[in-house]
Antibody
Framework: EVQLLESGGGLVQPGGSLRLSCEAS????????MSWVRHAPGRGLEWVSGITGPGGGPYLAASVRGRFTISRDNSKNTVYLQMVSLRADDTAIYYCARTHYDASGYYHDYWGQGTLVTVSS | QMTQSPSSLSASVGDRITITCRASLSITTYLNWYQQKPGKAPRLLIS???DLQSGVSARFGGSGSGTDFTLTIGSLQPEDSATYYCQQSYSPPLTFGQGTKVEIK
């Protein structure tokens, strides 16, 4: 059974930092593209970042480029999202998602339960 | 950029509904559809514009190519109350549409 377990969310002040983790199990993690997707209150889904199985890319949405960094440790089956210079509009539930890729494109076939990040003074 | 319409709709059980997604550039059939219910993670319904995922009801259907796509629910059921999102799947950033909230009358 595929499982994705996010952790690391919480309350942080504007300008602060936070590191999210997502521990995976039930599939060959090192071969899998992984993504972070967020859902802000009252807003839609936003794809935030992605990284290939060997750690390539990485890919970042324009809204977080220069502030967020994605990385992974395949020995620990874990992907990370380091977030600095956090702003109020980064407040959201952050989901980790396994991202399948083939000739027909990318899609997120498994999702974690999400971790809440609140940026507020 | 992905643009969905309508932003919300209300329909009765048994109705056929259609949600539209338009891409700013051609993405051939690199288009996914997701369903999200309150407090839950999104669920993949359709990939590659029309490929129904295993376990998804056959009342869901996807079509389109290029810039214009549709998600159709053939006979709306109470459990279909949710927000639906399209997503371009060609290359990162994997942009989502803004969502369509479907309510049951």
């Amino acid at each position: 059974e595929v499982q994705l377990l996010e952790s690391g969310g919480g309350l942080v002040q504007p300008g602060g930092s936070l590191r999210l983790s997502c521990e995976a199990s039930g599939f060959t993690f090192g071969n899998s593209f992984m993504s972070w997707v967020r859902h802000a209150p009252g807003r839609g889904l936003e794809w935030v970042s992605g990284i290939t199985g060997p750690g390539g890319g990485p890919y970042l949405a324009a809204s977080v480029r220069g502030r967020f960094t994605i990385s992974r440790d395949n020995s620990k089956n874990t992907v990370y999202l380091q977030m600095v210079s956090l702003r109020a509009d980064d407040t959201a539930i952050y989901y980790c998602a396994r991202t399948h890729y083939d000739a027909s494109g990318y899609y997120h076939d498994y999702w974690g339960q999400g971790t809440l990040v609140t940026v507020s003074s | 950029q992905m643009t969905q319409s309508p932003s919300s709709l209300s329909a009765s059980v048994g109705d056929r509904i259609t949600i539209t997604c338009r891409a700013s550039l051609s993405i051939t059939t690199y288009l996914n559809w997701y369903q999200q219910k309150p407090g839950k993670a999104p669920r993949l319904l359709i990939s590659a514009a029309s490929d129904l995922q295993s376990g998804v009801s056959a009342r869901f259907g996807g079509s389109g190519s290029g810039t214009d796509f549709t998600l159709t629910i053939g006979s709306l059921q109470p459990e279909d109350s949710a927000t639906y999102y399209c997503q371009q799947s060609y290359s990162p950033p994997l942009t989502f549409g803004q969502g369509t909230k479907v309510e049951i009358k």
